[in-house]
């Protein structure tokens, strides 16, 4: 059973456990419908969420939730100005910092902490907390050139490694665990796109890409890698058939080992059942399997 959490029950002592106070009359996904109640208890049920495994939470409507809460958040604010100031302004912040805007999370913090609020406590508890991800944040992830560049992410990488590990067996650790996902992909998409100016790019593009396929097994993004996979393989198979296009140069077994690597990456992903990628995949190996097709009859 979740704990209920201390915002909530800050909140009905604030004598706000009776009849709803509402907040206005808008229609629509962001409407400012709930109560303040309302709004909380849908964002604190969520904050646990293991975003690197599931996909961010939903409601009704099919909007995204912690963007919803902050739309709510404001709306009630602007009916009610300054009432609640503390338990509006700390919920505000939970919701950046599930969206990963984790500068403007600490801000939010710091301005609960220096209202002598009862959430004070707390506030600098998480302040704290969010400052450091907030500074591997602002690393950068580029350079003047290729080597640059992944040295940067180098960098970043080592600083999101060392906040999974500062905050495994907590909530926050599947935070950082998606933005060393993001980064680590980012770093593959660096060597697939300059693959052809690396000492043995193509090795060295598909080393990346495995490496996060073996890696982020338990991510909700898997297939997404696979499919990356499948893509690199694809590209593989149509380099080698337009630098062997003259018809003695061309060999069948050679064009076909790389074409089929491709289609098995696309396979897996296309016969994935609850796999939002299904459809993409789907689409991808039938397109795929056509160009083979047709680059086989032109030389037999």
């Not at 080592?158 to 992909?185: F, Q």
């Not at 997404?224 to 499948?230: A, K, Y």
């Not at 993409?280 to 030389?299: I, P, W």
């Amino acid at each position: 059973m979740r704990r209920s959490p201390f915002l909530l029950i800050l909140l009905l002592a604030a004598g706000l456990g009776g009849p709803p106070a509402r907040a206005g009359d808008a229609t629509g996904a962001f409407a400012p419908y709930e109560d303040l109640l309302e709004v909380l208890g849908d964002l604190t049920w969520h904050l646990r969420d293991d975003l690197y495994r599931f996909p961010p939470a939903k409601d009704p409507t099919g909007h995204d939730l912690y963007r919803l809460a902050l739309s709510r958040l404001e709306n009630w604010e602007k009916r009610y100005p300054g009432r609640l100031r503390d338990v509006v302004g700390y919920a505000r912040a939970e919701a950046l910092e599930r969206l990963g805007e984790y500068a403007k999370a600490a801000d939010g913090y710091a301005q609960v902490a220096a209202e002598g609020s009862p959430l004070a406590d707390a506030a600098r508890a998480a302040r704290e907390r969010v400052a450091a991800f907030a500074d591997a944040a602002a690393l950068p992830e580029d350079g003047a050139d290729v080597d640059a560049t992944l040295a940067a992410l180098r960098r970043k990488l080592d600083a999101w490694g060392h906040l999974v590990e500062r905050s495994a067996g907590t909530p926050y650790e599947t935070a950082a665990l998606v933005e060393e996902e993001r980064l680590e992909r980012l770093a593959a998409a660096v060597v697939v796109r300059n693959r052809r100016e690396l000492q043995e790019g193509n090795l060295t593009a598909e080393r990346a890409l495995r490496f996060l396929v073996q890696k982020h097994a338990d991510s909700r993004n898997l297939p997404d890698h696979i499919l990356r996979l499948g893509d690199l393989y694809a590209d593989v198979a149509r380099d080698y058939a337009e630098a062997h296009a003259r018809p003695l140069a061309f060999e069948e077994d050679e064009f076909v080992q790389r074409a089929d690597r491709a289609l098995e990456m696309y396979r897996k992903v296309a016969t994935w059942d609850g796999a939002p990628q299904k459809p993409e995949a789907q689409g991808r190996f039938a397109a795929f399997d056509a160009y083979k097709t047709s680059v086989l009859a032109r030389y037999r």
